[in-house]
């Protein structure tokens, strides 16, 4: 089956060698990988506020409350197509995955921080919630420790452990 979009997340327009494939398990078919204005401007405020304030711990929820409303997390895969691992880097705490608000900032992140060069198509994964939180959270196994958001634009970061308290209700047990 064609995916619709490109790996960068752009729409597949039909006149391009980048186009890929879509496993089963890839869950943008038909999406678009960037969610409303609102939203994205919603988070860089919500960033702001936790900067403003470090140890204001509600500013802290409410940012990731906003970040698991999200209908999909997008990860830069760093695996190959038959076995997607996501970007993760070494910080303070110990291993962070990336994970993105939208296509478009996975990418630019990809570019910032030298995953490929200027000129190449970045693997993008969209993975739906709350099966990303699930996702996520099986990669504590591996060494991972959190998550950090939207890395380097905003950067706020969440404890491993924390995520599942992110599930929405219906889908807590």
């Excluded at 752009?10 to 999406?31: F, H, V, Y």
């Amino acid at each position: 089956m064609k995916n619709p979009f490109r790996r960068d997340g752009s729409p597949n327009d039909g006149n391009s060698n980048d186009e890929q494939t879509d496993a089963p398990e890839q869950p943008n078919q038909g999406r678009t990988l960037e969610p409303a204005p609102e939203v994205l401007a919603e988070l860089d405020a919500l960033n702001e506020a936790c900067r403003a304030a470090p140890d204001d711990i509600d500013a802290q929820i409410r940012l990731w409350r906003a970040v698991a409303a999200l209908d999909r997390w997008v990860f830069v895969n760093r695996g190959p197509e038959d076995n997607p691992r996501p970007y993760a880097l070494a910080a303070q705490p110990g291993n962070l995955i990336g994970i993105y608000s939208s296509g478009t900032r996975a990418q630019e992140a990809a570019y910032a921080n030298g995953l490929v060069p200027p000129d190449a198509t970045v693997s993008l994964l969209a993975v739906p919630m709350p099966a990303a939180i699930d996702w996520v959270l099986s990669f504590g196994e591996h060494g991972v420790v959190g998550v950090t958001i939207d890395y380097p634009r905003l950067g706020a970061w969440c404890p491993l452990q924390n995520l599942a308290g992110l599930r929405p209700a219906n889908d807590q047990g």
